[in-house]
């Protein structure tokens, strides 16, 4: 059963960086790709960012030159660095991971950035 876990949200004044780590156990497969969604309260969950296995990225246009995506395929790893983190950025941040046509999700972990 393929897991999820994410690590790295908490609380940072505007203007910081954190880094969103999300690593997939029991997998003996590589995925096609892994991303980041976040969804704030009372919004809908929407993509921030992901990564094909050859390293191809899509960011939401929100995010561009600012945070930037980075996977290990051989971990079953990936990263999401922010920077210049702003309060509209605030929200639970999910990992994805999709292989074929599943898509598996991890637990989310708390990003808030203070103004």
């Known amino acids: 059963q393929v897991q999820l876990v994410e690590s790295g949200g908490g609380l940072v004044q505007a203007g910081g960086s954190l880094r969103l780590s999300c690593a997939a156990s029991?997998?003996?497969?590589?995925?096609?790709?892994m991303g980041w969604y976040r969804q704030a309260p009372g919004k809908q969950r929407e993509l921030v960012a992901d990564?094909?296995?050859?390293?191809?990225?899509n960011y939401a246009d929100s995010v561009k030159g600012r945070f930037a995506i980075s996977g290990d395929n051989a971990r079953n790893t990936v990263y999401l660095h922010m920077n210049s983190l702003k309060p509209e950025d605030t929200a639970v941040y999910y990992c994805?991971?999709?292989?074929?046509?599943?898509?598996?999700w991890g637990q989310g972990t708390q990003v808030t950035v203070s103004s």
């Open positions: 990564i094909s296995r050859d390293g191809s990225t």
């Open positions: 029991g997998s003996t497969f590589g995925f096609d790709r």
């Open positions: 994805t991971a999709v292989k074929f046509v599943s898509t598996y």
